[in-house]
């Protein structure tokens, strides 16, 4: 008899923000539908097929009362994976440049903005985006390869994964103060930054909100950037975006660009919470195993996504069980995911996924046991939005044998 488990997670209920503070500077927030400002630059080895672009889009269907936002897209190479890097500039007007002594008794500013990762044919974007800040003179007028060396880099959206920058490399939002661990963002969720710049010490402190983080949380703490030590001014944000044929290839979105440059922590959300939702819905989670036949006879299992988007984890494992002594597995297991009679998804060889990476991470932050790089085993890793969905399991060239369908909320 298979065993079925069922768990319900519960929507949390967001707070409300404090109102505008007056110490906010506005920096952008494209209501007025141009990216005036922003600047594309290219490095790399290859021409670039379709050029990166700063275009200002309307937000996406399901958080359309967020207005108009930036859309940050990387390009496409000429051919293959070579690197190709484009970087988006935006030069502070100078009431809100982050300088190195502001006075001296009042050193320390915040930027605020807000990111989102949209769905891309229903499935999360795939990114490669870091965040960060620089000195006009130091950009100079030739176009230069960036690398964490040579700016401040706050943080990163890569590959579905959260980082930040320690000064000597990238670090997963994974510490004791971090919730959850080895943070996955979710798609058409926005998430909220606060960076907290001290330039008397050269350290910034970061904040987060949206998604898993359903209240603002400290995420980082003293992190040291290369904040240009020699006093020149922190007057421009700079966006690098890589796209290398695997992990940078989708845009990504921005809005609301703020400066506190008071000397002291603005830790409030100018103009409030940002329209759309925060991925608080609820979602049913299932684990089934039994004998996979053919026709009428494969596996099924449905589940639930209520109230919000949410990132799942599905997984049809079926050669990994014999490692726990199953006898008779799936060989192959072929996943399908519908909603109604709609395919959604499929995966066969869950290591030749575009997102694999992000899978095996998600899948440990879930408590899922391991799969082989190379095992046959299917999974996907999927942002749903609310309604009812099927997990279908057959056997690739109708084989049978038993297998397990499990759903997770990804963690």
């Keep these: 008899m298979s065993a079925m488990k069922k768990l319900i997670v519960s929507a949390i209920a967001l707070g409300i923000v404090a109102p505008l503070s007056a110490q906010w500077n506005l920096v952008g927030n494209f209501n007025d539908g141009t990216a005036a400002g922003w600047t594309v630059t290219i490095t790399g080895p290859t021409l670039a097929k379709t050029p990166g672009t700063a275009t200002v889009v309307d937000a996406p269907a399901a958080l359309a009362a967020q207005g108009k936002v930036l859309r940050l897209y990387p390009g496409e190479t000429a051919g293959g994976a070579a690197a190709l890097t484009y970087n988006y500039t935006f030069a502070f007007p100078e009431s809100q ?47 230069k390869d960036w690398s964490w060396g040579n700016y401040s880099v706050l943080a990163r959206n890569n590959g579905g994964i959260f980082d930040q920058h320690t000064g000597t490399g990238y670090t997963q939002l994974d510490s004791s103060a971090a919730t959850p661990a080895n943070a996955i963002p979710q798609s058409n969720v926005w998430y909220e930054y606060w960076i907290v710049i001290n330039r008397t010490t050269n350290t910034c402190d970061g904040y987060i909100r949206g998604g898993q983080w359903a209240t603002q949380t400290k995420v980082w703490t003293g992190s040291k950037p290369r904040f240009d030590p020699k006093g020149k001014a922190l007057d421009t944000i700079l966006m690098r975006t890589a796209n290398d044929g695997t992990t940078g290839i989708d845009a990504l979105i921005f809005d609301d660009f703020y400066v506190d440059n008071s000397g002291t922590a603005n830790l409030t959300s100018p103009g409030g919470a940002p329209a759309g939702p925060y991925g608080t819905g609820k979602m049913i989670n299932i684990a089934t195993r039994g004998q996979v036949g053919t026709g009428g006879n494969i596996m099924i299992a449905g ?109």
């Design 97 to 143: 440049k982050i300088k190195d002594k502001f006075p001296a008794t009042a050193n320390t500013s915040t930027l605020y903005f807000k990111t989102l990762s949209p769905l891309v044919g229903g499935a999360p974007a795939i990114l490669n985006m870091t965040y960060g800040l620089v000195s006009a003179e130091e950009l100079g007028t030739t176009p």
């Design 303 to 411: 589940f639930v996504v209520e109230g919000g988007p949410r990132r799942v984890l599905i997984r049809a494992v079926g050669p990994t069980l014999g490692s726990f002594g199953v006898a008779g597995t799936l060989a192959d297991p072929f996943l399908t995911l519908l909603k109604g009679q709609t395919t959604v998804a499929t995966n066969d060889d869950w290591g030749q996924a575009v997102n694999a990476a992000a899978i095996r991470t998600t899948a440990a932050s879930s408590g899922a046991f391991a799969l082989g790089d190379t095992s046959k085993d299917a999974c996907m890793l999927i942002d749903l939005e609310p309604g009812a969905y099927t997990a279908q399991v057959s056997g690739v060239n109708n084989t049978t044998g038993v297998a397990i369908v499990e759903v997770y909320e990804a963690r």
